[in-house]
Each structure stands twice: as C-alpha cells, then as structure tokens.
C-alpha cells in the first residue's frame, strides 16, 4: 500500500486501509518499543485525514497561531511534550500532537529525533484516543470538529454510545440522533456510501433532500476559497478585522453586505442545529 494512497483517500476509506495494514501484521510492539522515548523525526509519519480530528480547513487561522506559539516554545525551552505515536504494519504515526510535530520539523537545524510516546491498543482505541486527547484542551476541538468526530466513530460501528461521548463529549441524544441519520441516509441516498457523507452534509440532506451532488461541490468551494483567503491573507483578517471589513465595504458595499448578511444567517442556523 503505498503512502500517498492513504494521504489522499477519505477519512473513511484511509481508517480501512490503516485497518488492512493493521491486520496483516508489523504492528506488535516489542519490549524495547513499548519503552521507546525518542524516535527520529522523519520516521514519524501522519496521516490527518484519521488521526488529525480537526477540520484543518476551517481552523488555518487559529491551527497557524498556534503553530507558531509552538515554534517560540520550542525556541525557549529546546522541547516540547512527547507526541503520541502508533505503530501499524512496522511504521510510526503521530495520533497526538501534530502542531508539536510540524513545529519540530520547521524548527529544523540539527536535532534529528524527539520525545514520544508510545501507544498501545488496538487501532479502533487509537482512533477513539486520537479524538479523545483533543477535545478537552490544547488548540480545542470546536463543537463542529466534536460532531463530525462523533459522526466518524457512529459510522465506524465499533464504538457504543457511552464510548463515543466519552470520547467527543458530545451529548448521548445527539449521538443516537446521528444513528439514526445514518440509517435514513443509507435509505434515501443508496447509491451514495453513507460515509462519504460529513454530518453537516448529513444535517442538510435530511432537511432539504438536496442532490449530494450540489451539497459535495459547495463543501468543496467552500474549502477551496478558505485556503486561498489564509493564504493572501495570512491572519490579517483576525488581527485586523475592523479595516478588513473596511475594506470590504470599499471594494463592494453591496458584497460585503450580502457576506454580512449570509454569516449571521448561517451563525444563526448552526446555533438551532440539534
């Protein structure tokens, strides 16, 4: 199975290839391993659309400072807390702490290895503590990251109900709401892999009956442009989000307004979602 395979599947299909892996062996962990302290940075492999329970995408701005409060720490005290590693088919992958890991690699210069820490369990335990590491503290997971988290570990079908909020700490009715999406989507939507489906998706579906195609395309938009924003902008727009919306309204009074109207529009939708 080549890497690049798993980095591009979905969420989904990267967990089944990583559970194929898994099964064939390579993932028992020796003596010495379970000990492992440190281990070289380039031997550290992540695969986000799995073990990283953020969406990336929505949270650049946020993800990016926190990266960067991570590379003057690191600066400051010369280490940062282990990272959580995960042995499957004879690699190592980051399940916790990949800002603490992508700080290590930008730091650069002549460390060549860093403090971990070893996981041991099954790969459905990884998953689950994957979520679980992040939703208390550090960069928080927020309520949207916690819902799709909870979502994943629904359609996985290997985690009860009780596991799931333990891990998302999202509520038990919620979780059982999600159960049930999932049942209704499968049955209206059969020719679509319900896991191809993000809960948002699922959320929208189920109330407007609008094709996934339609849905699939503007989620892909939406993605695109936040990316490109993050990129010109590179956190301006949070520092100064007074003369960005200045500008706005000088580049086109009647856009900005529209963007204004359509933010506390959807703000409002996404407080009323159950």
């Not at 990884?126 to 979502?151: G, M, V």
Request: glycine share 6%; proline share 3%; aromatic share 10%.
């Amino acid at each position: 199975m080549q890497e690049e395979d798993i980095q591009e599947a979905a969420w989904f299909h990267s967990f089944q290839r990583l559970r194929a892996r898994w099964e064939c062996g390579g993932s028992t962990l020796t003596e010495d391993e379970q000990n492992l302290r440190r281990l070289p940075i380039n031997a550290i492999q992540t695969i986000e659309a799995v073990f990283q329970p953020r969406l990336m995408e929505a949270q650049l701005v946020e993800s990016g400072k926190h990266l960067k409060e991570l590379r003057r720490a690191l600066c400051a005290k010369g280490a940062l807390d282990a990272i959580t590693v995960f042995k499957i088919g004879g690699e190592w992958f980051c399940i916790d702490g990949h800002h603490r890991l992508e700080a290590y690699r930008q730091a650069g210069g002549r460390r060549t290895h860093i403090p971990v820490r070893v996981f041991q369990g099954s790969l459905a335990e990884a998953f689950s503590y994957s979520i679980a590491a992040n939703a208390p503290d550090k960069l928080n997971l927020s309520r949207d990251d916690k819902y799709e988290s909870a979502w994943r570990m629904v359609l996985l079908g290997v985690y009860t109900v009780r596991q799931i909020n333990a891990s998302t700490t999202v509520s038990n009715g919620t979780i059982q709401n999600m159960t049930e999406a999932a049942k209704t989507v499968g049955q209206q939507w059969p020719l679509s892999p319900v896991e191809d489906f993000s809960w948002s998706q699922v959320k929208h579906l189920l109330r407007s009956g609008m094709p996934k195609e339609n849905t699939m395309w503007q989620e892909a938009k939406v993605k695109e442009w936040a990316k490109k924003l993050a990129r010109s902008f590179n956190g301006v727009p949070n520092k100064h989000p007074k003369l960005f919306a200045q500008a706005l309204l000088l580049y086109d009074r009647g856009t900005a307004q529209s963007i204004a109207y359509e933010i506390q529009r959807q703000t409002e939708s996404e407080q009323s979602d159950f």
